[in-house]
């Protein structure tokens, strides 16, 4: 990661993995050797079985999970007490049964369906039950307590569904239904999440382990540098760049956090930025990289599949809110800038654009050629691929013989691909069980029924009792593990209310990537707070002021899909509506940051402050009228505001002058 002269001295990244617990172990000698060989040979299956096999999707899903569950158990200690440097005793148990469970399904599975009939027996029931415990406790040593105790509580939920009071009873599982559902079926553990992981998530997760490798993260920084360092607030804008470039690839907030924060947190501070500011441009700006496309932190693979939708249809939607998303922030910052008088970087620290695309702006090639494959009808995998065979020969292409893809940085891009690949494999597995007892009981489309029905069929209340819904049901949550918590409980209410479905599936993954600035758990704004030395509330809070009008815009969305390349009636979209919205919705979001910033010129007038935010409103929310009455609105208080700030400016000089 690239040095400002002078500015800024770059810290290395923190733990990427803090979203779990904690985190993974620093291992040596032949303990890192051992987790290094068996992720390199999960990263090489993976390739194999996506594209030089026919293997089986059951097959394939079981192996995958077998490696991920043995690196889990080997990776992450079982208390943060435990051995860091190597394995433990308890360590290589659930290794070995992670092998039992998994090869004994793999070696009996046609056995258990064409020979017995799909009748399953005494230890088909056993090695279900062991697996699934193994399972429990991967999940919670890799993602955290909150996914096994949703997880237990779904199981509970579908035993005992007789003990539920109201809407929520039902008549209940046996034990041996429940194991044979969730372990000897796809409708469980191996399951569609399950299916996503194994096959475009972790080979996304691998293209982003190869750009990195080929040094793009520095490419970024250098080029966001470039771009914005000298504007007012020069290393805050550069931070929502950076983090905006960086974020979709990593699909995870914190990560981005602690990748860019450590390189822009004491950039910002440098021009006298305060630190809670500083960690909260950093946190608000890597949390838009969970809803920047083309990847959006793997969920968008996830969200085609719920709906079956193309993968290019869902990044395709999400390029006017994320637009939206961070040109909001970017307002809100120069606002913010303007306030305190700051000014950007001098040119002398400022990196040449044009030098920095000469010696590495190929690297950029890779990113177009998965966006070029994708909007050519190509599928997600065979973008994935086309991206990584691109990122070897932009390697190649470069000046900077330290960009080049070696046998050495293959086998380190594998290791990183494996690696970062548990997480979320894991917690596609866990909430396999979920999704199956919400199939197995109706309590989604029970829940979605008595959610608009309790709410007298209002939208507007509808969207806040699921936004609240989804913030705390995905409080700590990775970006994958979040998204379908929230889609599976929280996105039937708002189709149940008509709401377009890839509308109501972005706006709970939206809500969802929020909570990771909302307090009272905001794990990417603490993790920016101790980058940047500031206090961890403070921070949270004020991320959650600069990203309010992320807030508002997936109301917009429900209300009307236009802002998501969708109409209503299914009409097609003609490209002056599309360029209408975007140009109304900016000025809409510029006068919300107004508004919320409280300056333009000068500091607001309550009566500037309301008009700016009810004009905002009308503004961002797509029609002729509405767009036409904000327009009116927001120009004549600007009108106002302008001669006023003048006259008072004049009157200050007469007076300085007398």
Known sequence: MSNVKGDAVTTPPTNLDKEAGGGMRSLTGPYMKVVALIAVLLSVFSVYSNGLSNIQEIYRNLIFLGFLLVLTFLLYPATKSSKQERFTVVDYIFVILSILGIGYLFLNYTVIHVDRGSQPIMMDY?????????????????????????????????????????????????????????YMTTEGILGLTLSTAST??????????FLSASGATQLFNDLALAIAGRKRGGPAQVAVLSSALTGSLSGSAVANVATTGAFTIPLMKSIGLKPKFAGAV???????????????????????GFLGISYTTVIIAAIIPSFLYYIALIFAIDIEAKKQGLKGISKENIPDVLQVLKERGVLIIPILVVIGTLLMGKTALFAGFAGIGSVIVASWLTKDKSTRITLRKVIEAFVDGGKGTIQVGIACAAIGIIICVVTMTGIGSTLAFNIVDLTGGQLWLILIVVMLTCIVLSMGLPSTALYIVVAVTAAPALVEAGVNPLAAHFFVFWFGALSNITPPVALASYTAAGIAGANAMKTSWEALRLSLAGFIIPFMIAYNPILLMQTPDGEEISAISVILVILTSTLGVYALAVALGNFLNAKLWIAERVLFFAGALLLIKP????????????????????????????????????
Not at 285 to 290: D, H, I, L, R, V
Not at 631 to 651: E, F, P
Request: proline content about 3%; glycine content about 10%; some cysteine.
């Open 623 to 658: 029609g002729l009228i509405t767009d036409i009455s904000g327009l009116v609105i927001c120009l004549s208080v600007y009108l106002v505001h302008h001669i006023r700030t003048r006259k008072n400016r004049g009157a200050e000089i007469n007076v300085k002058g007398a």
């Open 126 to 182: 056993i090695f279900a039950a062991i697996t699934i415990v193994v399972l429990f406790e991967a999940a919670r040593r890799a993602v955290g307590l909150f996914i096994p105790i949703l997880c237990g509580a779904a199981v509970i939920y579908a035993l005992f569904g007789t003990a539920f009071p109201w809407i929520f009873g039902h008549a209940g599982f046996s034990l041996e239904r429940l194991l044979y559902r969730l």
């Open 282 to 304: 950093e946190a608000a700006a890597s949390t838009g990289g969970m809803i920047m496309p083309p990847i959006m932190g793997a969920a968008a693979f996830i969200m085609a």
């Open 200 to 209: 475009f998530i972790v080979m996304f997760i691998l293209f982003g382990a």
